[in-house]
Each structure stands twice: as C-alpha cells, then as structure tokens.
C-alpha cells in the first residue's frame, strides 16, 4: 500500500506544469478537461489546495457561452507537439462569437462534466482550506454556467439530454458505437494533417489514420461555424448514456455545492431529477439491461454494448431495479466482471472488440473508478470490491497504464498516466 501510494504520488508530482498537471508528459502535454476532473479527485488526497488549483486552472479557460474547452494549451509547448494543437482550433478567433479567450488558447470541443462533482469531492477533502480559499463560491458560477450551456445550446434532440458532436466529446473516441455514424463523414485528405500521437504510443494501440481523417473533417467544420451550436450542420449528434450520466452526477453535485454557500439547490435537483427520467426514458434498454446511445441523425438507437452504458451506475437517483439490472449485464458475458481485468469498454462477445485499440474493448482505469462508485452506492459491495482490489493491484503492476488488454491485463498506451495514478490514490483511502 505504501509502495503505491509513493509511486501514484510520484507519477502526480511528475506531471505537475505549476498550474495544472498533464494526462502524460509525452502523448498529452497539456491540460486535458475531464483527465483534470479526475486527477483533483486523487490530488486532492496529496494537496487539497493543489486539486483546487487544477480545477480553477481549468474553469479559467471557460468561454463566454459556458462551455469548458477540452484541452487547455500550454504557451510554453511547441504547437506541434500534439496534433491538433492551437494553430488547428484558432479559438481566439474562430470562437470569438462564444466568448473564447483571447489569450488563453485552447480547443473547441468538450468532454464529459465531471468537474462539479470533483469539485465536491475536493471540497469534501479539506472543508477549512477549502472556505479559507473561498474555493466553492468561486467555482460555482462557473459550474453553473457549464451546465446551462450543456442543457442549452447542447440539447440538440429537444428531449432533456445533452449531445455530443465530436467523438472525441465523449472521451470514448474509437469506440465500435461511432462507427455507423462516422461512415457517414467524409474524411480530411489524408496529406492535409500529421499526427503526433503515433511518436508515443504503438500504433496497434491508437485510433487510425482513417478515423482521424474523420475526427480533423468534423473539428474543422465545427471550427469554421465559428463552434456556433445553432448554425453548424451537425453530421455527428449523439446522446451518450455516461456523458448525460456524469452530467446528472455534477448536477447532484452542484446542488451540494448551492447548499454549502447558501445558494438555491432546488433547480439543481429539479434538473438532476428530470434528466435522469430523460436518460431512462431515451436511452435504457430493458431488454439488453443497458442504457444504449442514440445517433440524432438517424434518430435511432446504437445496438452495440459499451461500457458507456454501465455508467449511469453512478447516478444517485438511478431505479434500483435498473442498477440490478445493470450489475447483472456487468457480471455477464459481455464485460465478464472477475473473468477478465477490470471492466472491457467494449463487448466480449462482439465481433468489433479490440482488447489493444483504444476504445475498442481495452479496460481504462476511470471507467472502472466510475462503475466502482456506482456498485458502492447501489449497495453491490462484492462487485464493488472486487473492482477495487483488480484496480489497485494492476494500477501498481502495470505502472500505473493508460489502459490495459481485458484478457491478459498488460499495459496498453503509455505508463505513468495521471487519471489511474490518480484514482489508485482515491481508492486507497
Ligand atoms: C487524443 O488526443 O487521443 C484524445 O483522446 C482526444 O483529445
């Protein structure tokens, strides 16, 4: 245990730039929006007051329109260390109508709102330095702000739920569900743009060149509507169960946060309540017992079982026929709980599953984290602690990897990843 806690610690320590800590020194060199949210989960265990920095270092990029940037760029990193960098999103100037920074540069996109519910839970970790820094009235409106953004412009299906329009927005880029939809895009001419992520990490392990043609083709035309919601002719516009799922937890999340500073909390739980009916009402499949994600261009359901729609596990006012439900698919052939490492993001049993390529069926560390969390709540505590021993002990042994093949458990993607140094740490206490 001490062992783990030193080495998680480290890894921290080491991808710390001053303000914000990043995903990996090498592959993502600066801030990514959610990898922020659970690294402040685990920081928060090491340096309350550090964790309050990284969230703040985030919400500083925040747009005018509310939405949170996914990555957050570091002046002093070359623009071609990561592709797309800045000199690809142009948010100074493309984004300018929804209120982007002029001088801090970031993308256009997002990622799933867990923010509101790290800032609690950071909160939650030292409660007097928390008040002495004046930390959640601070935060809050920024909170807020996102979260009406997500429930506004990003209600693209009218029916209470937020989209994505950007595989990337989700964070489960490569996965299986996407492929119908992204068949529909035509891809950037594959000379037009070079990829830095393949210097890093295998190339078996990473989305590929055609699905990136794909990704660049859906950001540029976003980019070039000027990253307006309304006037972009959206080709991607998926509701995603974990995204809304998160969204609904931060919500909850938000309302203890009101409660704390002397806010009004009803709204937030009067949202919280009304999206969780919209998240089983639009997307929970009472005959595959899991939530599927909808493709808004199609107007259809997405057949295929993702770890995705196992997330919602973490919503607190989740039915707890369907959280039983849920569990139950858990323990099934599909994601195989104590059969194989950690929890598949993708279907078993399919014949799309990759145990190596990215989202294609690799078991990720926050996704395990989130379904822990929501077994613990939903009173399955074997599962739960099943989850948690896997977790902490192949965190350790696979030196804390972005993610790992299901079957075999050995590393996937780069070493010393903060999100699972992070979580270790939270696990741990
Ligand atoms: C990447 O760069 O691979 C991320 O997943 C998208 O931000």
Redesign the pocket.
């Known amino acids: 245990c001490d062992s783990l806690r030193r080495s998680a610690t480290q890894v921290l320590l080491g991808n710390w730039t001053g303000a914000a800590t990043v995903p990996s020194r090498a592959?993502?060199p600066h801030q990514?929006s959610w990898d922020s949210a659970f690294i402040a989960v685990g920081l928060r265990h090491v340096s309350p007051r550090r964790a309050q920095r990284e969230l703040e270092t985030l919400l500083s990029a925040q747009w005018g329109d509310g939405r949170i940037p996914?990555?957050v760029f570091n002046p002093s990193v070359p623009d071609g260390a990561?592709?797309p960098g800045p000199g690809f999103w142009r948010s100074a100037v493309a984004g300018r109508a929804a209120g982007a920074s002029a001088f801090i540069q970031t993308?256009g996109i997002i990622?799933p709102p867990v923010h509101a519910l790290a800032a609690w839970l950071v909160h939650a970790a030292d409660p007097a330095e928390s008040r002495r820094r004046g930390f959640l009235p601070r935060v809050y409106p920024r909170l807020a702000a996102w979260h009406r953004y997500l429930g506004g412009a990003r209600d693209l299906g009218g029916g209470g739920l937020a989209s994505v329009v950007h595989p990337?927005e989700p964070?489960l880029?490569n996965s299986p569900c996407w492929d119908a939809a992204l068949a529909r895009i035509e891809p950037a001419p594959f000379g037009s743009f070079a990829r830095t992520?393949l210097h890093h990490s295998s190339a078996a392990d990473?989305?590929t060149d055609l699905d990136y043609a794909r990704?660049v083709r859906l950001a540029a035309t976003y980019r070039d509507h000027g990253y307006d919601d309304a006037r972009t002719p959206h080709a991607f516009a998926i509701e995603d169960p974990s995204f809304n799922a998160l969204l609904i937890a931060s919500e909850h999340a938000l309302a203890d946060i009101a409660e704390t500073i002397g806010a009004d909390a009803g709204p937030h739980r009067r949202r919280a309540e009304a999206a969780t009916a919209a998240l089983v009402g639009r997307l929970w499949d009472p005959v595959d017992e899991i939530f599927h994600a909808r493709d808004l261009v199609t107007g259809a359901a997405i057949a295929g079982h993702s770890v995705s729609g196992l997330i919602p596990l973490v919503v607190p006012g989740l039915p707890a026929a369907i959280a039983k439900a849920l569990a139950r698919t858990l323990h099934g052939p599909r994601f195989g709980l104590g059969r194989v490492h950690l929890v598949p993001s993708y279907d078993l049993t399919a014949p799309e599953f990759d145990g190596n390529r990215?989202w294609r069926g690799p078991s990720w560390f926050n996704t395990a984290w989130l379904i822990h969390r929501g077994l613990a709540a939903h009173g399955e505590e074997e599962a739960a602690g099943l989850l948690r021993e896997q977790f902490l002990t192949l965190a350790h042994r696979s030196e804390f990897a972005e993610y790992l093949e299901p079957h075999s458990g050995d590393a996937r993607g780069i070493l010393r990843f903060s999100w699972t140094a992070a979580l270790a740490l939270d696990l741990l206490q």
Request: aromatic letters at 42%; zero cysteines.
């Open positions: 592959l993502y990514w996914h990555i990561y592709f993308s990622q990337w964070g880029d992520d990473r989305p990704y990215y």
